[in-house]
C-alpha cells in the first residue's frame, strides 16, 4: 500500500485546512486509518482514527476541531481541519493499519502562521 497525503499549507490562525491520503496499489477499505502528526523537535503524536467500519476516535486535545472520514468509492481518507492555530504546526501523516500490516504516508506540511 503507498500512501500519498496532501492538502498541506500556509494558514492563518482560525483557518480551516482538509488534508487528504490517497492510497494506491491496494484498497483502503479493509484497513484503519489513523492520522498523526510531528511538530519540530516533537514526537509524532496521535490525532485520529477511522476503523474499517467507519467508526471514529479522536485525541483527546482535538476538542471537536477536527474531523475524519473516508471515502471507500476514492480509496481516500481524510482530515478536516477547523479552528487553526500556530500549535497545529507540523508535518501531517497518514497511517493504514491492520494487524501486523502498517502503511505511512510522506506526510504533508501544515503552517498555521499570519
Not at 482535538?62 to 472520514?69: D, L, N, P, Q
Request: one cysteine or more.
Amino acid at each position: 500500500v503507498q500512501l500519498q497525503a496532501s492538502g498541506g499549507g500556509l494558514v492563518p490562525p482560525g483557518g480551516s485546512l482538509r488534508l487528504s491520503c490517497e492510497a494506491s496499489g491496494s484498497t483502503l477499505s479493509v484497513y484503519h486509518m489513523d492520522w498523526y502528526r510531528q511538530g519540530v523537535g516533537e514526537q509524532r503524536e496521535f490525532i485520529a482514527s477511522i476503523s474499517n467500519g467507519n467508526g471514529a476516535t479522536y485525541a483527546d486535545w482535538v476538542k471537536g476541531r477536527f474531523i475524519i472520514s473516508r471515502d471507500y468509492v476514492k480509496n481516500e481518507a481524510f482530515l478536516q481541519m477547523t479552528s487553526l492555530t500556530p500549535e497545529d504546526t507540523g508535518v501531517y501523516y497518514c497511517n493504514a493499519h491492520l494487524l501486523e500490516e502498517s502503511y505511512w504516508g510522506q506526510g504533508t506540511q501544515v503552517t498555521v502562521s499570519s
